[in-house]
């Protein structure tokens, strides 16, 4: 990207640093517990000004381009543990976005000052068991009695969701169907009536924890609405390119990553009286695939150039978080394949890389959900 300074490439090294010192020598602690330490590791972050690059300095937020993001997301890609760069994307990409473009002053300074300073958990609330890519079919209700919502409902896979301190809770507010009548609120999770319901069993991103949560008549103010009332899937329907985003930029870092770590130990592992790199089906295969990559990465940084331009990305987003999770399929199988018998075993980092990649076609909006998109917005679909 010609726009990389010598100030972004010091900022990268802060960040690949961090990683280094604060979350490689615990990955595999924390992915036997199934759990990390986010009230210890989250003001770290926040002490660095890493939770809130792009937000308003008047919040504690960097003020920065989305460059920036770009490059944090791909070093925090470089984990061995995504489902802890997952849990800091939904904290700086995912539950934050709307709240600092539609929140109100007050909103700001009690919930996403927290967030950018690493003091409060931030999750994302929007899947239910009944609703997962069809945003439009949630049922969670929030009936108004007062100056307060009354919260009925359920939500699942919800990302930290036993350690968040406050959930920005797509609801219904309204009896109008489909998309409309909906809201964005911020539920404090120490509100009576918050319950988690249990904690889920995941085949990958072990690390971060993932919640199933219910809410029996519980109250919040009405004031805590992000926005307009009424608006809520629009202000998600945004938000999902920011967390669309954020994914693509981690995946492009850990592919790329993997695709090296798989070089070096093919220069490492005799066969046949030589190296495995001479092979050259090997070697071909791989610079194929970084080269996929590579062109991943530059059209990721031109949605960083739009978004920091206030463009709409949804085209961006929509197309670099597809290709990213489908391109990521092959490189974790290739790298785990290319391991031989030795890449299927949990000691060697192939297997867990394996099951963690498959999350980005799912997670966020399913591959088949962004084909969608894509052909209503090229004139491909007929509704």
Known sequence: MSQFTEEHE???????????????????????????????????????GLLGLTYDPEYGGGGADFSYVAILAEEFGRM?????????????????????RY??????????????????????????PDAGSDVAGIRTKAVRDGEEW?????????????????????VRTSEEGGSRGMSQVIVPTD??????????DKMGMRSSDTAELAFDNMRVPVSNT??????????????FQDERMIAAYQMAGAMEYALRRTADYLKERMAFGKPLIANQHLAYELADLASEV????IYNYNAAVAQSKGEDITRFATIAK?????????????????????GYMEETWTARFFRDTRLWSIGGGADEVMLRTLARMDGYWAD
Not at 82 to 100: E, K, N, R, W
Not at 155 to 167: E, F, H, L, N
Not at 226 to 235: A, D, M, V
Request: hydrophobic share 40%; glycine share 10%.
């Open 103 to 128: 929140g109100s002053p007050e909103l700001k300074e009690k919930f996403l000052r927290g967030a950018i300073s690493g003091e409060q958990i931030a999750a994302i609330a929007v899947t239910e």
């Open 294 to 297: 590579d062109m991943l990465k």
């Open 150 to 170: 009354v919260i009925n409902g359920a939500k699942t896979y919800i990302t930290t969701g036993t350690q968040a301190d406050w959930i920005c809770l797509l």
């Open 322 to 342: 597809l290709r990213s999770g489908r391109l990521a399929r092959r490189v974790a199988d290739v790298c785990l394949q290319f391991h031989g018998g030795v």
């Open 226 to 239: 992000i926005g307009e009332i009424g608006r809520g899937f629009q202000q998600q329907m945004s938000q």
């Open 10 to 48: 010091l900022f990268r090294k802060t960040v690949r640093d961090f990683v280094e010192r604060e979350i490689a020598p615990y990955a595999d602690e924390w992915e036997e517990a199934g759990i990390f330490p986010a009230r210890t590791l989250f003001p770290k972050l926040g002490e660095l």
């Open 191 to 200: 509100t009576p009536g918050f319950i988690i319901s249990r904690k889920l």
């Open 80 to 100: 061995s543990c995504l489902g802890v760069a997952m849990a800091i994307g939904v904290q700086t990409d995912m539950a934050t976005p709307s709240l600092h």
